[in-house]
């Protein structure tokens, strides 16, 4: 099936560092969503986009809905321990409302 | 509180048998969905539906059965068909023809031992 091209596939950082990830496909997407998974649990909804060129926050996340409609990133600012899980994008499309994920960028905090 | 439930969280299976995932949700949404992650890996849709008493598979149907005889309530079976059924496995849920994402439960571990 068709999927996203999400990057990078994993993250070691330091706490307290900026994170960006992103993902491109060839398709138009009518949304663009964010979703973190942790470890042993569903994904949960953190950020949802619905028009190119939109810049939303959700406290320290911020992510944006690319201009071509074909992309968007995530930033996460100053992270903290709690901040580990995977992280998936997914566009929906606007013929059938489904959902074509990316295959997850895992973010892991170095002590 | 509205949500979307899975049960068991762990699941063993004997090579052989067939087990049933349940999944369901109270949330009054018309699509359910059915999701598979390996370790490491991404979601891979296996089956869905957007009305009671109606289907579709997903990419990764084969082995796996569903019914969808009541909207809150989308049971998956994994068959003795699926040779590798080691997985987590994720069951979701949406309002039909809108654009407001999935709901996810917190999943079922299924085991063959």
């Known amino acids: 099936g068709q999927q996203l091209n999400q990057s990078p596939q994993s993250m070691f950082i330091q706490e307290g560092e900026d994170v960006s990830m992103n993902c491109t496909s060839s398709?138009?997407?009518?949304?663009w969503l964010w979703y973190k998974q942790e470890p042993g649990e569903g994904p949960v909804l953190l950020i949802a986009?619905?028009?190119a060129g939109e810049l939303t926050s959700n406290g320290r996340l911020t992510a944006q809905f690319g201009i071509t409609r074909k992309d968007s990133f995530l930033n996460i600012s100053a992270s903290i321990p709690s901040d580990v899980g995977i992280y998936f994008c997914?566009?929906?499309?606007?013929?059938?409302?489904?959902?074509?994920w990316g295959a997850g960028t895992k973010l892991i905090i170095k002590p | 509180d509205g949500g979307i439930t899975q049960s068991p969280k762990y699941l063993f299976r004997k090579e052989g048998q067939n087990v049933t995932l349940s999944c369901e949700q109270n949330l009054n949404h018309d699509a359910m969905y059915w999701y598979r992650q390996d370790p490491g890996q991404g979601l891979r849709l296996i089956y869905y539906s957007q009305i009671v008493n109606d289907f579709q598979k997903g990419d990764i149907a084969e082995g796996y059965s569903v019914s969808r005889e009541k909207k809150e309530s989308f049971p998956l079976t994994v068959t003795s068909a699926q040779k590798n059924p080691t997985a987590f496995y994720l069951c979701?849920?949406?309002?039909?023809?809108?654009?407001?994402?999935?709901?996810f439960g917190s999943g079922t571990r299924l085991t063959v031992v």
């Open positions: 979701a849920s949406s309002i039909r023809g809108r654009d407001y994402g999935y709901t």
């Open positions: 986009l619905y028009k």
């Open positions: 997914a566009g929906q499309l606007r013929d059938n409302y489904q959902l074509i």
């Open positions: 398709s138009i997407f009518n949304t």
